[in-house]
T-cell receptor
């Protein structure tokens, strides 16, 4: 089945220790998104890729970086995690064509910062 | 500014009907989405409305009024598994989703 995969599902890191979250998709969608979601809050868009074009949200901290080496994979790097970065990180994809804008989400990575 | 408003929490009884309302203000508009999110899981797509009116899909229906900036999600024949958060999201002129914080729906036997 075509899907969005995120690894790991749960990640524990220490304060200030860099961490990388990964996302892969078999949907061949050209747009990929990274969201941060804290409990009982709306998902917050961090960045998105339209094909290879990177789009950073204005209020995304510099501590967050992203890479998309190819269509299928996307990575979220948190250079120096703080306690406030503990959250669920959601990867999503969409196909920007044909009037279909539905975003397909991966299962998420729950990040704990100790 | 861009904004989505929806109730924080609702309670309903198994087998009943519940309507979850959403109002939105966006820069431009390219449609309204409803997603279901169970605790600790990712959102899953329920519906997309871009034209005024009611879209029915099994037990779930979604309504849109563009002139009023208003949508609702109607859930019929409620089941315990429908206990979840329901997220309303409006797509702006840049095709970006503006998300609400979600409505936590509690189903009681």
């Amino acid at each position: 089945d075509a899907m969005v995969i995120q690894n790991p599902r749960y990640q524990v890191t220490q304060f200030g220790k860099p961490v990388t979250l990964s996302c892969s998709q078999t949907l061949n969608h050209n747009v990929m998104y990274w969201y941060q979601q804290k409990s009982s809050q709306a998902p917050k868009l961090l960045f998105h890729y339209y094909d290879k074009d990177f789009n950073n949200e204005a209020d995304t901290p510099d501590n967050f970086q992203s890479r998309r080496p190819n269509t299928s994979f996307c990575f979220l790097d948190i250079r120096s995690p703080g306690l406030g970065d503990a959250a669920m990180y959601l990867c999503a994809t969409s196909r920007d064509s044909g009037g279909s804008y539905e975003q397909y989400f991966g299962p998420g990575t729950r990040l704990t910062v100790t | 500014g861009q904004n989505i408003d929806q109730p924080t929490e609702m309670t309903a009884t198994e087998g009943a009907i519940v309507q979850i309302n959403c109002t939105y203000q966006t820069s431009g508009f390219n449609g309204l989405f409803w997603y279901q999110q169970h605790a600790g899981e990712a959102p899953t797509f329920l519906s997309y409305n871009v034209l005024d009116g009611l879209e029915e899909k099994g037990r779930f229906s979604s309504f849109l009024s563009r002139s009023k900036g208003y949508s609702y999600l109607l859930l019929k024949e409620l089941q315990m598994k429908d206990s979840a958060s329901y997220l309303c999201a409006a797509m702006d002129s840049n095709y970006q989703l503006i998300w609400g914080a979600g409505t936590k729906l509690i189903i009681k036997p």
